[in-house]
């Protein structure tokens, strides 16, 4: 059995998501932009716990600045955003604690290779039993034969991996994707849909933006279109809409 088909049927140790109860993220008539400017529509919508709220649009529509006011890189222009029934803060400790994300951005450890990085966080999320959690995710992520190497020598989609594996190998609540179909080839993104709604059935609440059809036709429960006028579609009219463009 290939190291990917092992990792697939050995289950998943580690504590994966948190469910929490009530609404995980609110969205009311939020105005997301730069320099006091809109870049879309207004956005109202819920994500819940065991759900997956996919946002879809044009490249350069809005997707990537309201993903990253939902994890409260950016502030909003107007309108309410809140998490876990409290307005969302970056600087807030049980906000970081229970959110964990995956941007357009590789941030490394020029030092640390990719098995003491994805050590650091699992011990510092204080993950049980986390060379185990590593191992695991190593193998399920294709990256084991390069376990030992800095992230410098690694390849894109080998960073992205290594990405993905730091935001899955720790507890949280609410898991924040931007794109993270980049770099990775249709074998591990269909492992990626799996992973994802893995998380969602456990209790975590995702919000994944995304180009890939299929992959938001495998995950998601509903989903945004973001444009000068936001639209709720179902998961098939939106991943035609992308399929069509």
Do not use: W
């Amino acid at each position: 059995m290939s190291t990917m088909g092992a990792a697939a049927n050995r289950g998943r140790p580690g504590p994966g998501a948190v469910p929490v109860s009530g609404a995980v993220l609110e969205m009311a008539e939020l105005s997301v932009g730069y320099g006091g400017s809109a870049v879309c529509g207004n956005v109202t919508a819920s994500l819940f716990p065991g759900s997956v709220l996919g946002v879809v649009g044009l490249n350069g529509a809005g997707k990537s600045t309201v993903a990253r006011t939902a994890g409260g890189q950016l502030l909003p222009l107007s309108g309410e955003i809140r998490a876990f029934g409290l307005p969302v803060n970056e600087d807030s400790l049980p906000f970081r604690r229970r959110t964990a994300a995956v941007f357009d951005e590789d941030v490394f450890f020029p030092a640390l290779s990719a098995r003491e990085h994805l050590l650091l966080v699992a011990r510092g999320h204080g993950v049980s039993a986390p060379e185990d959690a590593v191992n695991h995710e190593l193998d399920f992520f294709a990256l084991q034969e390069r376990a030992d190497a800095v992230p410098d020598v690694l390849s894109s989609g080998q960073r992205r991996r290594l990405l993905m594996a730091a935001a899955f190998i720790r507890p949280s609540s609410l898991l924040l994707l931007d794109e993270p179909e980049q770099r990775l080839d249709p074998v591990m993104r269909d492992r990626l849909g799996s992973r994802i709604r893995e998380f969602a059935g456990a209790g975590g609440a995702v919000f994944l933006v995304t180009h890939d059809p299929g992959l938001l036709r495998r995950t998601a429960d509903h989903c945004l279109l973001i444009a000068e006028q936001v639209q709720e579609l179902t998961p098939e009219r939106a991943a035609s809409d992308i399929s069509g463009r």
